[in-house]
């Protein structure tokens, strides 16, 4: 009977230590259930990551990073509404029809939703178009899954900003 008493006792003595309403006890449960691979700020670091190795791809024409990236499944639309799948979308980063002198993403917005991702930003270029250097600006549209092999691109919409100048994506 003195041993319940006793473990009663020390129960109340340091239950106030456990009380899941202490802030720091809190924090500590947060900090356990929240592994590295699962911490919203790491993955849309890597979101923001990802579209900016997107934009040095399209500025050298390098169809690689969208081998790598995009999934099997990708379906888009390019910015003069031109519907594309993977080996479209990677065609046109590859054309030689513009020759984009720079290349650049800004205002990159991610949003998680457990394992999807949205990411929205601006894309601007200096393209030299005919022999005429040329300045653009789109708007796009990313939606990520994260899979067994990472975040893939499943989908993707550009939308050229006025004044509209021909673009290859």
């Known amino acids: 009977m003195y041993k319940i008493a006793a473990l009663i006792t020390m129960w109340l003595a340091l239950f106030p230590a456990w009380n899941p309403q202490n802030e720091e006890v809190q924090d500590c449960y947060r900090r356990c259930r929240v592994s590295p691979q699962n911490d919203p700020e790491l993955q849309r670091q890597e979101i923001v990551n ?72 601006r894309w601007s270029a200096r393209i030299l178009f005919k022999s ?16 067994g092999s990472g975040w893939r691109v499943i989908a993707g919409q550009e939308s050229p900003l006025p004044p509209y100048m021909p673009q290859a994506l």
């Open 50 to 121: 990802l579209e900016r190795e997107a934009a040095r791809a399209i500025q050298q024409s390098d169809g690689t990073y969208f081998r790598r990236v995009y999934s099997e499944e990708f379906t888009g639309t390019l910015s003069r509404g031109e519907p594309v799948n993977k080996t479209g979308f990677i065609n046109a980063v590859q054309s030689s029809a513009i020759k984009y002198e720079a290349f650049n993403v800004s205002d990159i917005k991610v949003r998680i939703y457990r394992v999807t991702a949205v990411a929205t930003c």
């Open 132 to 147: 005429h250097l040329v300045g653009s600006q789109m708007r796009a549209i990313h939606i990520y899954v994260n899979g």
